[in-house]
């Protein structure tokens, strides 16, 4: 069974630019969550999708981030325009029930 | 807000040790509990479920709960030095939401 996928691995951009990550779940999870990891700490969750309805975004900073799951299957998330304090990695997981999967996650630097 | 405590370590144990590692929560509404793995420079990785008070064993991995003192442990048997790495405790409250709250993770070097 193919795990998350997630592209680009890696990207560097400068201050008020935009950047876009893909993810692609495990097939058959309908729930999706992006979220955010900077250095030395725990993840924390940015946006979860049930199908394609958004189920929590609660710390989803809105004035520049946004998600999308069209069709319920891959998600797109975009930061524009970006701030120093975004470089971290953007983790998406994946589940059925309860337990997450995680995919490599996207490594952003924010110069 | 409710958070998830972990200490940071670095957890230090020589090979074929147990190393033990804990968490505390805050939200008493929590009902599932996860262990996740991170090596470094990668993603996390899960390694133990528990959804009911004591014990559960997969491997040379065992994980308790005691909801009444909020506490999740990990157990780590005849540890290796490939099991380095920064241990995630993770809690959610279930329901239709299950937000995974993490803590800031342990790191474990498990010396040859």
């Known amino acids: 069974e193919a795990g998350v996928a997630q592209s680009p691995r890696y990207k560097i951009i400068e201050k008020r630019q935009s950047v876009a990550f893909w993810c692609n779940p495990i097939s058959g999870h309908a729930t999706l969550y992006w979220y955010q990891q900077i250095l030395g700490q725990g993840p924390k969750l940015l946006i979860q999708?049930?199908?394609?309805?958004?189920?929590?975004d609660s710390q989803l900073p809105k004035d520049r981030f946004s998600a999308e799951r069209l069709k319920g299957v891959d998600s797109t998330l975009k930061i524009q325009p970006a701030k120093l304090e975004d470089s971290a990695v953007y983790l998406c997981?994946?589940?059925?029930?309860?337990?997450?999967?995680f995919g490599p996650g996207t490594r952003l630097t924010v110069l | 807000q409710k958070e998830v405590e972990q200490n940071s370590g670095p957890l230090s144990v020589p090979e074929g040790a147990i190393a033990s590692l804990n968490c505390t929560y805050s939200d008493r509404g929590s009902q599932s509990f996860f262990w996740y793995r991170q090596y470094s420079g990668k993603s996390p990785e899960l390694i133990m479920s528990?959804?009911?008070?004591g014990d559960k064993e997969d491997g040379r991995f065992t994980a308790q709960l005691n909801k009444a003192s909020q506490y999740v442990s990990l157990l780590i048997r005849d540890s290796q030095p490939s099991d380095s790495a920064t241990y995630l405790c993770a809690v959610t409250r279930g329901g239709s939401n299950y937000k995974l709250t993490f803590g800031k993770g342990t790191l474990l070097t498990v010396n040859p």
């Open positions: 528990i959804y009911s008070n």
């Open positions: 997981a994946s589940s059925f029930l309860v337990e997450q999967f």
């Open positions: 999708f049930q199908n394609n309805g958004v189920v929590d």
